[in-house]
Every structure is written in C-alpha cells, then in structure tokens.
C-alpha cells in the first residue's frame, strides 16, 4: 500500500477555523505553538523497558522463556526488553506502545486498534487481547526503570508527524504468533520496530542496551519492509471521483493490516 505522504501537517490532526485550535482523536484543543511553529520541540525518543518491570510474574515468565530459548540456541541468556515511544510535536507529546488492553474506555489512553494475544479465539476475554496506544500527554509505566533511555531517534518534525500517522497503519496479528511468516513471534517490539522503520528512522541500526535482547523486533522489520516493496510495485489509484478515492483508501488499509 502507499504510505503516507511525508508532511508537517499531519492529517490525523483536524483544523477548526481558528489557527490555533486543533482536533486530535475527536477532542478540541488550543495549541499555542500554532502561530509561531518552533520545530526544534519535534522529536522521537526510544526507550527500553525490561521486561515485566514492576510485575514479577511477567519478569518470571519471560526469564524462563530467555532460558530455555537460549538453551535451544546454545547461547548465553540475556536481558529481555520491552520498546516505547515518545513522540513531541508541536501540538503535544503523545506516548506510542502497545500494551495489554486497559480496563477504562480506550480514548482515555488514545487507542487506535486491538489485537489478540496467543489465539484469535480466546480474544472474546479482555485478558487475551492487547492494544496500540498513541496517548496525548500519556505515560510510560515503570518508566523509571528504563535503560540507556531515551534515545532520540529525530529532531525532524515532519519524521515525528509520520510516526504518529502510522500508529493507525501497524498491522495487528496474535501476539506471540507468526502469523505473518516473519521468521519470529509479533509482540510490542515488532509494533515499534515496524512504525521505526516504515518512518524512515533507521530501525536496523538500533539495538538494546549491552547484553540484552527484544524478541520480536526482527519481525517489525521484515513485515515493513514487505509493504514498502509492495508500496513500491503497485501502481497508484488516482481518480477524482470522491467514491472510489474513498474506496481505494479503504482497500489499502486493509492490505496494510494483513501485512
């Protein structure tokens, strides 16, 4: 599918008729920054989390699986990280991950979709299901915890725009399945290797911390660099007729979820 059209107006963001009021995710908000932009206030920030911070039954549950991957593998066991993203433009800062669905109303978190997690059957119990999360003003839990963090990967405002316009785009397969023959499991790591590299931002020279490791990461790559191709070989619809615009938009985001 055709990817975004790389700009500093982002189209997810509604212009009301005032030039300082903004439309984010349906709600209204004055951005003071409208008059006078100031892109040095645009970046994009990694930060690694380990996995299971604050929870020690996901930290027990992801050693075992470190050590018994690294038993098959014949290699020693490593710290295993959980990615994130910040993102400040000038209309706000907003927090990219994907998390384990939350029990309060998903716009209080700026939900854009939901997947399930180990089957597509058992996704009918909140307990199995996950969402992607790009949360205005929101926050990195336990992120006091993280490590080599943050690192900015951009001061550009239109690559910070684009990340933020992707969010919507990311595929969203079982978690912990590879559903999408990806050569590895798709987990939240794989949700911001794909944003980071279908952004432009460089995601394959990008590793965690010394002696550390992001099961999942290789997969975001790989589906990303999939639909660029395809992006690349498939011709462009263009008609100005508003039906099949709206038509042709429609089928590429469908493309754009299975991958």
């Not at 299901?129 to 006091?144: F, H, N, Q, S, T």
């Not at 010394?210 to 589906?223: C, D, I, S, T």
Request: net charge positive; charged share 25%.
């Amino acid at each position: 599918m055709p990817e975004p059209e790389l700009t500093c107006h982002p189209r997810w963001v509604s212009v009301t008729s005032r030039p300082n009021e903004r439309v984010l995710g349906g709600e209204l908000f004055v951005d003071r920054a409208a008059e006078t932009p100031a892109p040095q206030d645009a970046s994009v920030s990694l930060y690694w989390l380990p996995l299971g911070a604050g929870g020690h039954s996901v930290r027990l549950n992801g050693r075992v699986f470190e050590a018994v991957t690294a038993f098959l593998e014949h290699r020693p066991a490593c710290d295993l990280y959980h990615s994130a993203l910040v993102v400040r433009v000038p209309e706000g800062r907003f927090v990219i991950e994907q998390a384990p669905l939350g029990e309060r109303p998903g716009t209080t978190r700026g939900v854009v979709a939901e997947g399930a997690v180990g089957t597509r059957w058992a996704a009918r119990m909140r307990i199995f299901r996950y969402e992607l999360r790009r949360w205005r003003d929101g926050v990195i839990p336990d992120v006091a915890e993280a490590v080599e963090s943050p690192r900015r990967l951009t001061a550009d405002p239109c690559r910070a725009h684009k990340v933020l316009e992707l969010v919507a785009l990311v595929p969203t397969p079982v978690w912990g399945r590879d559903e999408l023959q990806a050569g590895e499991m798709w987990n939240s790591n794989s949700f911001i290797s794909w944003l980071v590299e279908r952004s432009g931002l460089g995601a394959e020279s990008i590793r965690p911390p010394e002696g550390g490791r992001a099961p999942g990461w290789q997969a975001g790559l790989v589906v990303a660099r999939r639909q660029d191709m395809r992006s690349v070989l498939t011709p462009v619809r263009v008609s100005v007729d508003r039906g099949v615009s709206d038509r042709t938009t429609a089928s590429n985001s469908r493309r754009a979820r299975a991958g």
